[in-house]
């Protein structure tokens, strides 16, 4: 009941935002490749559904596929460099320098890189560069963030490095992975969006590619459907990161 309850003031607000789309666009007589209102975006739905669905699936592959890579490399550079802080302070600049470089400068160079007949491998590179930072920060962050007092009884028992990177530094740096995780998991769909929005080959075939298409025939109806598909999307990778989170933080 409660959870109920938690959920009727969105639905409320959402109801009451798309009835006011909807009567503004029939009320001002707005052209359809303008604005169209929602009940025409439901019908493109309806009728670029199995298109659109595909799309997706081809999206949701290679967003995940960028954040397990950079889950791989963003972890296992953060672990390398909490050995150390000299190489701490030799990486993490160069970590940020990377975070802030637009993805669309560099994208042209990457699709080079991985050829015109691999741009699924631009895609999910350039998708990584844009997840890998929030992975990199939040394990280091939490790889250092062991309480002291602990720290200072493995020393009291001897503890091996081995031991103390497993038994106290890795389960302290959980929550702060997760965290990481989910900020890395919007920012995958988001890197695969933008990647295959400057590959412009249609190659991938993914959602970018149909909205690119829509646009070009000003099909808008079809072109928000898309931007629902894509909202969709992130929801649910957001979703999943959330339920194994929790099955973890619970083991």
Not at 11 to 22: F, P, Q, S, T, Y
Not at 118 to 128: G, Q
Not at 223 to 231: D, H, K, N
Request: with cysteine; glycine share 8%.
């Amino acid at each position: 009941m409660r959870r109920l309850t938690d959920l009727a003031p969105p639905l409320v607000l959402a109801v009451l935002l798309l009835a006011g789309w909807e009567a503004a666009c029939r009320l001002l007589d707005l052209p359809v490749y303008f604005l169209p209102p929602p009940s025409a975006v439901a019908v493109a739905l309806v009728e670029a559904g199995p298109r659109l669905a595909a799309s997706a699936w081809i999206t949701f592959g290679m967003a995940v596929q960028a954040l397990v890579l950079a889950g791989l490399v963003g972890g296992g550079l953060a672990l390398a460099v909490s050995l150390h802080p000299a190489a701490e302070r030799a990486v993490r600049p160069l970590a940020v320098a990377l975070q802030v470089t637009p993805v669309v400068a560099v994208a042209p160079l990457v699709l080079i890189w991985a050829g015109l007949d691999h741009a699924d491998r631009a895609v999910v590179a350039l998708a990584a560069v844009v997840a890998f930072f929030p992975l990199f920060s939040g394990i280091l962050t939490g790889l250092k963030s062991a309480d002291p007092d602990l720290e200072r009884l493995f020393d009291l028992y001897g503890a091996t490095p081995l031991q103390r990177l497993w038994r106290l530094r890795l389960p302290s740096a959980l929550p702060f992975a997760l965290e990481g995780l989910r900020v890395a998991a919007g920012l995958a769909v988001i890197g695969a969006v933008v990647a295959e929005f400057v590959s412009g080959s249609g190659a991938t075939q993914g959602l970018a590619w149909r909205l690119l298409e829509a646009g070009n025939r000003l099909r808008t109806a079809e072109m928000l459907a898309g931007v629902l598909c894509l909202t969709l999307l992130g929801l649910v990778l957001n979703a999943v990161v959330g339920v194994i989170g929790r099955f973890l933080l619970r083991r």
